[in-house]
């Protein structure tokens, strides 16, 4: 490991620990996720659209990390076939997806939005900072734009600037 992914696995370690210690204990043998089936199930905080396993498990680990409820879309395709059916708070929008790529998707989910009141940010995800990639997610109707390697500080920032952090935090 460099010295960047040992700060950010170190990071993510921390902000576990302290988030673990905020929930309610569980009972011996009790498994670490529930299946819930009441209305806040339909209650999704994050869509991460993502096709890379690798970079699927990252945002896993730190989503689970620092408490939220997420889903993972495979293709640009699923990505807004889940925000129609689950109304997410916002989306991490990789832009190179198979299907419909991230700019694609992120101009359907705008069109779909004008008939509804509320917006949803959606934050481009990009592995370069290529400003004609950062125009391009503008045009598509994104709100920001972030750098992989993501981070639980970078993903953080993000969800505080466009969203209350209290009510965002899963209730477990």
Not at 13 to 41: C, L, M, V, Y
Not at 100 to 110: D, S, T, V
Not at 139 to 160: N, R
Request: net charge negative; glycine share 6%; hydrophobic share 40%.
């Amino acid at each position: 490991m460099d010295g960047f992914q040992l700060a950010n696995e170190l990071t993510f370690q921390i902000a576990r620990h302290f988030n673990r210690n905020k929930q309610t204990p569980t009972t011996e043998g009790e498994a670490d996720w529930e299946i819930t089936t009441s209305s806040e199930a339909d209650f999704l905080q994050v869509l991460v659209a993502e096709d890379n396993d690798i970079n699927q498990i990252v945002f896993s680990q730190i989503l689970e990390g620092l408490g939220y409820r997420y889903m993972i879309a495979a293709s640009g395709d699923d990505a807004v076939r889940l925000w129609t059916e689950h109304k997410p708070q916002i989306v991490l929008m990789d832009i190179s997806l198979p299907g419909l790529n991230g700019f694609e998707a992120a101009r359907m989910i705008r069109e779909m939005e004008e008939d509804q009141p509320q917006h949803t940010p959606i934050i481009g995800v990009l592995t370069q900072a290529f400003e004609r990639d950062r125009a391009e997610c503008t045009k598509a109707g994104m709100d920001d734009v972030i750098m992989k390697p993501v981070s639980p500080d970078m993903l953080e920032t993000i969800f505080q600037k466009y969203l209350a952090a209290e009510p965002l935090r899963a209730r477990i």
